[in-house]
């Protein structure tokens, strides 16, 4: 999710969900409880989803995908070789942290490694918090 080009309030953000099909029961568990807008190619299965939830989720369908109709993969080929559900949830995860530290312009591999990541606040993790706090650490030193 990236609105900076609308004027959106909310921080780019990149998520990925293992799920081990894109039928319309894995989309309706990850969206449990969700009403918004969601940004989606153009898969049937988020039209049923849509139609099914009386309203509450409105699709906007993503303009660079909608032509093709094909899921967005990440590392396709790297994560074949995650070896079990559970490597593939860690990959969605590590593919996550990465994408959103690249969105806000961090160095990924040093937003994995810093000691900070080993925190147990999430709000302390979120790339533009851990950002502004990178910053007024170098501000303050300097």
Same mark, same amino acid.
Request: proline share 4%; charged share 20%.
């Given at each position: 999710?990236?609105?900076?080009?609308?004027?959106?309030?909310?921080?780019?953000?990149?998520?990925?969900?293992?799920?081990?099909?894109?039928?319309?029961?894995?989309? +309706?568990?990850?969206?449990?409880?969700?009403?918004?807008?969601?940004?989606?190619?153009?898969?049937?299965?988020?039209? $049923?989803?849509?139609?099914?939830?009386?309203? /509450?989720?409105?699709?906007?369908?993503?303009?660079?995908? /909608?032509?093709?109709?094909?899921?967005? +993969?990440?590392?396709?080929?790297?994560?074949?070789?995650?070896?079990?559900?559970?490597?593939?949830?860690?990959?969605?995860?590590?593919?996550?942290?990465?994408?959103?530290?690249?969105?806000?312009?961090?160095?990924?591999?040093?937003?994995?490694?810093?000691?900070?990541?080993?925190?147990?606040?999430?709000?302390?993790?979120? /790339?533009?918090?851990?950002?502004?706090?990178? $910053?007024?650490?170098?501000?303050? /030193?300097?």
């Amino acid at each position: 999710m990236d609105d900076r080009p609308w004027g959106g309030p909310s921080p780019p953000a990149v998520a990925y969900v293992f799920a081990g099909g894109r039928g319309t029961e894995e989309i +309706a568990g990850q969206l449990t409880d969700f009403s918004g807008i969601l940004q989606v190619d153009g898969y049937a299965a988020y039209k $049923e989803l849509a139609r099914g939830h009386g309203g /509450a989720i409105q699709l906007a369908f993503c303009l660079a995908h /909608a032509r093709s109709m094909r899921p967005i +993969a990440m590392g396709r080929r790297n994560s074949l070789f995650s070896g079990s559900e559970g490597g593939a949830e860690s990959w969605a995860i590590l593919s996550s942290i990465v994408n959103t530290a690249k969105l806000h312009e961090l160095d990924p591999q040093e937003r994995i490694v810093s000691g900070q990541t080993k925190s147990h606040q999430l709000h302390e993790l979120l /790339a533009w918090n851990w950002k502004a706090a990178r $910053e007024r650490i170098a501000q303050a /030193a300097a």
